[in-house]
């Protein structure tokens, strides 16, 4: 089956694959289904007994095209949808290879159902050197806000957030993809998350995107949760305030996605990160090997 998540409406948001009895395939198996669904992230719910499922979570497994991931963002919020299916569970907990990842859900008479996940706590890298980011991602001079940090946040994979000057240069990215790939695995991070305090909608805080060896991400649900870690710390959004990260309007599949941390004396935790999803469509897989 397929959810379009961090949307209420169908064909908006990041789509996301989903195998709800993975019972019987290896992961090689998995890595080639996900390949073929060629989407951002596939999932893949491996069933155990019930009171084992009600003690440690749901088993999933997330997969881009090319790799296994521990932990993202919007198949985690995704798979949770589907799982929770007409039941009106309060919340489904995900056994993810990041961890136990609880999303717990909201509903309002007239509205769409609305679940948020919280990740783990965040670790924060040093921030980096502009000039360095700017060679290595393909970006031209003044392009980066100067007064916010270039940092590496992690709350289950690393992201590098990188806060641009407006619109205009979010809009007109062109990523060296290569050498972005090289500086990020020199540098302890992931992907690069491109943000911009100027924005379309007029509700939310931050405009981002994501571009990666896939093409461009609707929605990172992973990178928004390290972004809301980094607000809270450089005072883009106040500690609890649930603020919105718009993505995907670049590539007409607009996203909004619900983010919000709390502060801990000096230290930033319990990052949040919701949205809605909608079930698009059901249909079979026929898995068949030449001898």
Known sequence: MQFDVFTSRAFEGNSLAIF?????????????????MNLSETTFIERRDPAIER?????VRIFTV??????????TLGTAFHLRGNSKAAQIVLDLKAGKVPVQFEDKAGESAFGEMTQLNPTFGTPHDREAVVRAANLRDGDIDPSLPIQTVSTGVPFTIVP????????NLNIDLRSSAQYL?????KFFYFVTREVTQPDARLHARMLFYNGEDP???SAAGCAAAWMVAHNVARPDERVIIEQGLEMSRPSRIFVRASRQHDRVVNVRVGGN????LRGE?????AD
Not at 55 to 59: H, L, N, W
Not at 277 to 280: F, H, I, K, N, Y
């Open 277 to 280: 999803a909608v079930e698009v």
């Open 185 to 189: 695995e020199r540098t302890g991070g």
């Open 55 to 59: 003690e440690r979570g749901i088993k």
């Open 20 to 36: 709800p009895d993975s019972t019987g395939l290896t992961g090689e198996q998995m890595q080639t289904l996900a390949k073929e």
């Open 164 to 171: 641009l000057r407006g619109l205009e240069t979010a809009r």
């Open 285 to 289: 897989v026929l898995w068949s090997q």
């Open 66 to 75: 090319s790799e296994e991931l521990p932990f993202a963002g919007h198949p």
């Open 219 to 221: 929605a990172t649900g």
